[in-house]
C-alpha cells in the first residue's frame, strides 16, 4: 500500500490539533473513532467533483432544494446546489413530506444507504447542501457566488473569479471559500466551516473540492497507525497506513469504501459507518487489543495577526529587501520592502542566465498590468553575470518593474537563494502567503484576493 504525505500536509497553515477521543468499544465487534480535520490535500490527492446545474437535475430531486434569492446579475448563469451529505437531505425531506417515501428508498438503493443507519441522522431539516451561480460578470470574466454562509441568499457573499482546476496547492487551500455545513452527531446539530474549492472554465463546467481531510493517529501493541478519510458525499472513503514521517498520494485506487475490509495488526475489520460529515468513522470487526491513542499536535499556524517571526517561510514576517534601483523613474533610487506595506508584493529572484526565469516574464507581466500600483507590486532581485544584461532583457520584454541586482549593496538577507527563478508573494501586512508561484498561478491568487483595475 502506497502512503499519504502528512507532514507535507501540515505546513499548510492550521491551528494546533489535539486528540482526547479514541478508538471506543460500542459492543463486542465494533468500534467508533473520532476523527480531527486538517487543511491540504488528503491520500486522494486533489481529487474534485462534478455536478449538473440545476437545469438538469429531476424534478424529483430538484423539490428537495431549498429555494435561493437575491443571485447576483450575470451572463450565460448557471446555478448548483451541491449536497454534501444526501442521505441526510433525503431523509429529512421524506420525513418533511417534500419528498415520497417511494423516492427515498429508490434513492437508497441506488446509492447502497444502510436504513438502520437513519438513527444516526437528524429528523429535523439541517444544511447540507449550499447554492452556487456561476457566469459572465460585466467585464467578461467568468466568476461565481456561493451561498457560503448558507442562508440561501446571495446578497451577502462575495463574486470571486472561476479560477482553473489543477493551480498550486497552497493556492487553492487559500482561495478556497468557507461554507457552513450543518451536521448531527451525539444527538445534536453541529456546525462546521468546510473549505470549498470551486473551480472550471466556464459557468457550465465547474468542479468542487474539499482541500481538508479527517484523520486519526493510534498505535496497536507499540505500532503506529494512521486512519485518513476524504470529505465527499459519495460513499465515504478511508485509508489506513502505517505511521510514518513522510507519505505520498494514495490516490482512488487505494480505497476503503464502506463494507470494504481493512486489517490492523493482523486483525480484521469492516468500514460500517461514517457520521456526521465523516467526524467519527465505524469499524465492526474484533476490538482492538493494546490500542493507544496518539496525542497529534500540528505545528502552530504563522498568524497574520500576531506573529512577529522574520523568516522566508510561508505564513511568516518576510525579511526586508533594500536596495537600488536599475530602472524607474530616474534609475538609482532606492526601494525597500518595507515601503510597498498595504499592497501585495511578488518579489522574483532571477538570473540573466536562467531560460526558465526570462519564459516566466509573460506571466508576471499580465499580473502586472491586471492590478494598479496601489494594490500590487513588484520587485525583481537579479543575478547578473553579463554587465548591462539585464538592462538588456528588461528593454526587450518590457519588464518595467522596479528592479534591482545582487549585491551592489542589495540588502535580500534571510532570504538565502539557491536556484533561480525563486519567488514570493507577500500580503499587504507584509507576511508571505505563497512561494514560487509559475504560469498562471500568480494572476489566479492574486484575482481571488484583490479586484483588478
Not at 364 to 374: H, S
Request: proline share 5%; charged share 20%.
Amino acid at each position: 500500500m502506497k502512503q499519504i504525505c502528512l507532514f507535507i500536509l501540515l505546513i499548510i497553515g492550521n491551528t494546533a490539533v489535539s486528540q482526547t477521543t479514541a478508538i471506543r468499544p460500542t459492543s463486542p465487534k465494533s468500534v467508533i473513532i473520532a476523527m480531527a480535520t486538517l487543511p491540504g490535500f488528503g491520500p486522494a490527492g486533489d481529487h474534485n467533483f462534478g455536478i449538473g446545474d440545476l437545469s438538469q437535475t429531476s424534478t424529483d430531486e430538484l423539490i428537495g432544494y431549498p429555494s435561493s434569492r437575491n443571485a447576483p446579475v450575470l451572463s450565460k448563469s448557471k446555478e448548483y446546489y451541491f449536497v454534501l451529505d444526501p442521505f441526510q437531505l433525503a431523509y429529512q425531506n421524506c420525513r418533511a413530506g417534500i419528498s415520497s417515501k417511494e423516492y427515498f428508498l429508490k434513492r437508497a438503493n441506488t446509492w447502497n444507504w444502510n436504513l438502520s443507519d437513519t438513527v444516526y441522522l437528524s429528523k429535523k431539516p439541517i444544511k447540507v447542501g449550499f447554492h452556487i451561480l456561476a457566469g459572465l460578470d460585466s467585464l467578461n470574466r467568468f466568476v461565481y457566488c456561493a451561498d457560503a454562509n448558507n442562508n440561501n441568499d446571495y446578497s451577502d457573499d462575495a463574486i470571486l473569479p472561476l479560477l482553473p482546476k489543477g493551480r498550486y496547492a497552497d493556492a487553492i487551500v487559500s482561495t478556497s471559500v468557507p461554507v457552513a455545513f450543518d451536521y448531527y452527531l451525539g444527538g445534536e446539530i453541529h456546525n462546521e466551516k468546510l473549505l470549498c474549492n470551486i473551480s472550471g472554465s466556464s459557468s457550465s463546467n465547474i468542479s468542487f473540492g474539499f482541500p481538508q481531510f479527517r484523520y486519526h493517529k493510534f498505535k496497536v501493541d507499540g505500532e503506529s497507525y494512521l486512519l485518513a478519510a476524504e470529505i465527499d458525499p459519495n460513499g465515504k472513503m478511508i485509508y489506513l497506513v502505517p505511521d510514518q514521517p513522510n507519505f505520498s498520494s494514495m490516490g482512488l485506487n487505494k480505497a476503503i469504501k464502506l463494507n470494504q475490509h481493512l486489517t490492523i495488526n493482523g486483525k480484521d475489520f469492516i468500514f460500517k459507518s461514517s457520521r456526521g460529515l465523516g467526524n467519527q468513522i465505524v469499524l465492526e470487526g474484533q476490538d482492538i487489543d493494546g490500542y493507544e491513542p496518539v496525542i497529534v499536535k500540528s505545528p502552530k499556524a504563522a498568524s497574520v495577526k500576531s506573529n512577529n517571526t522574520v523568516s522566508a517561510q510561508t505564513g511568516f514576517r518576510a525579511p526586508e529587501i533594500k536596495g537600488k534601483l536599475i530602472n524607474g523613474k530616474t534609475g538609482g533610487e532606492m526601494l525597500s520592502l518595507s515601503q510597498l506595506k498595504g499592497k501585495y508584493v511578488f518579489v522574483d529572484f532571477w538570473s540573466t542566465t536562467c531560460i526558465p526565469c526570462i519564459a516566466e516574464f509573460p506571466n508576471i507581466k499580465k499580473a502586472y498590468g491586471m492590478f494598479g500600483r496601489d494594490k500590487f507590486e513588484i520587485i525583481g532581485v537579479v543575478d547578473e553575470r553579463q554587465t548591462g544584461k539585464t538592462v538588456a532583457l528588461i528593454s526587450k520584454h518590457n519588464a518595467n518593474w522596479p528592479t534591482m541586482l545582487v549585491g551592489a549593496g542589495t540588502v535580500t538577507t534571510g532570504y538565502n537563494i539557491y536556484s533561480y527563478p525563486t519567488s514570493f508573494l507577500i500580503d499587504p501586512d507584509g507576511y508571505i502567503v505563497a512561494q514560487d508561484l509559475r504560469g498562471e498561478e500568480l494572476v489566479n491568487f492574486l484575482s481571488a484576493k484583490i479586484v483588478g483595475k
